[in-house]
């Protein structure tokens, strides 16, 4: 099946700097998704991206869907500490309606 | 407010026994979906509901049944757990492309 490779799987940065990470497939996307998940709380959306080549922010946080629809990042600017979580990219597959495929995730970490 | 509500929170079973998670959604969103969290594995779906009366698999469904007699519920039954089934699940409720999740049941099968 259709699968995303996301990366890094892990990052551990202080807090002021910028963070990109991002999500890479081998099937075409029409839809690419960034969720976060705090600890103990399902996933939050982030942001959502229809079409390829476009850019989304939403207030530090700015996303964008690959002009070959097969990847995606995801930047964060001037982290702070409550950014820590697990961060989602995930793909609207080309099979049934709405099903979604995600990657493993990004882990956060901010020294303050 | 409530969104997507699951029940119960925290569960420990023994292998071989049955239970029902439970998931609710107050947004009347058509289509209802559940994953399960595994450390490093993402999130996986299980099974998917696009309306009442319609349900689907989806890619890890071995071991679980769903139904969906209304538009606001969609129970996910473990029929016999095995530890195999250790897990964090998720329901989420789905408009357009934007899945909202509730906040997750985390089972532990002894």
């Known amino acids: 099946g259709q699968q995303l490779n996301q990366s890094p799987q892990s990052m551990f940065i202080q807090e002021g700097e910028d963070v990109s990470m991002n999500c890479t497939s081998s099937?075409?996307?029409?839809?690419w998704l960034w969720y976060k998940q705090d600890p103990g709380e399902g996933p939050v959306l982030l942001i959502a991206?229809?079409?390829?080549?476009e850019l989304t922010s939403n207030g530090r946080l700015t996303a964008q869907f690959g002009i070959t629809r097969k990847d995606s990042f995801l930047n964060i600017s001037a982290s702070i500490p409550s950014d820590v979580g697990i961060y989602f990219c995930?793909?609207?597959?080309?099979?049934?309606?709405?099903?979604?495929?995600f990657g493993k995730g990004t882990k956060l970490s901010v020294k303050p | 407010n409530a969104g997507v509500t699951q029940t119960p929170k925290f569960q420990v079973l023994k292998t071989g026994q049955s239970m029902t998670l439970q998931c609710a959604q107050d947004?009347?969103?058509?289509?209802m979906s559940w994953y399960r969290q595994d450390p490093g594995m993402g999130l996986r779906l299980i099974h998917y509901?696009?309306?009442?009366?319609?349900?689907d698999q989806g890619e890890v469904p071995n071991g679980y049944n769903v139904s969906r007699s209304t538009t606001e519920d969609f129970p996910l039954r473990l029929l016999s757990a095995a530890p195999s089934q250790t897990s964090v699940y998720f329901c989420?409720?789905?408009?357009?492309?934007?899945?909202?999740f509730g906040q997750g049941t985390r089972l532990t099968v002894v």
């Open positions: 947004m009347n969103h058509e289509y």
């Open positions: 099937s075409i996307f029409n839809t």
């Open positions: 991206l229809y079409k390829a080549g």
């Open positions: 509901s696009v309306g009442a009366g319609i349900t």
């Open positions: 989420a409720s789905s408009y357009g492309h934007r899945a909202f």
């Open positions: 995930a793909g609207r597959g080309g099979g049934s309606q709405g099903n979604l495929i």
